[in-house]
């Protein structure tokens, strides 16, 4: 099976993380060679960028905040990432070029023109197989963050400038991305219990996957 690359879209607190982790388990059981990787992070430069970018003491502009996930996104790219899809694997990874797309543009105001131009040269042109959007109401995904571990929480829940507006104009980024290419995206509710987003996520893979993503007797995996 050629390589495959997934990433999970979404707001703060939809539940991305979680899934990617019930999610590998169901491939592992159906003899799935699968990687997961996040941004930022994944290499020792993006997890020494990620330090940079949570801190809720440091101020960063919109534009700042771009070119340093685009840099972690670069060494994610070439390193991990490319290398996985090489040989044949399936990647999943938390958030990609779009979430920077939904953050520093449709957020902070920076010129999503930009934003894509910076993109293409940090990923050399990599465009998801499929994004899976997780999309939750702004306040839903805020309390669940703010009543999650304590490590979790940056500066991105907190700070003054990331505020219930920022928050809902990155949802509705998110939205107009996935209304604008539909091919690629799928949105599911994230409202929903992390079973029946597990069996969400695994029906908008199947046709990735297949035949490989079914039972023996050819239904479909789930988990619930």
């Known amino acids: 099976m050629t390589g495959r690359f997934v990433t999970f879209e ?31 992070g994944g290499t020792p430069l993006g997890e ?4 940079i970018l949570m801190d809720a003491g440091m101020q960063h502009s919109g534009a700042a905040d771009a070119l340093l996930f685009n840099a972690a996104r670069a060494q994610l790219v070439a390193t991990v990432i490319r290398p996985a899809l090489a040989r044949g694997e399936f990647v999943i990874c938390d958030r990609y070029a779009d979430s920077t797309l939904a953050y520093q543009g449709y957020g902070s105001g ?11 040269v940090s990923t050399g042109g990599l465009v998801p197989d499929r994004t899976i959007l997780f999309d939750v109401p702004v306040t ?52 929903r219990s992390l079973e029946q987003l597990v069996d969400d996520v695994s029906d908008a893979l199947a046709d990735l996957l297949t035949p490989a993503w079914s039972e023996p007797d050819g239904a479909p995996v789930r988990t619930g």
């Not at 920076?110 to 293409?120: H, S």
Request: hydrophobic share 40%; charged share 30%.
């Open 10 to 40: 979404g707001p703060d607190g939809a539940g991305k993380s979680a899934v990617s982790t019930a999610v590998a388990e169901v491939f592992a059981a159906r003899g799935i060679t699968l990687t997961t990787v996040r941004e930022p």
């Open 48 to 51: 020494a960028i990620r330090t």
């Open 110 to 120: 920076v010129r999503l023109d930009q934003l894509r131009a910076l993109a293409a």
């Open 140 to 191: 839903v995904g805020l309390e669940r963050r703010r009543h999650g571990p304590g490590d979790q929480q940056t500066r991105f829940e907190d700070d003054s400038r990331h505020d219930r507006a920022f928050h809902e104009r990155v949802r509705s980024g998110y939205l107009a991305m996935a209304a604008e290419d539909p091919d690629r995206w799928r949105v599911v509710d994230a409202a």
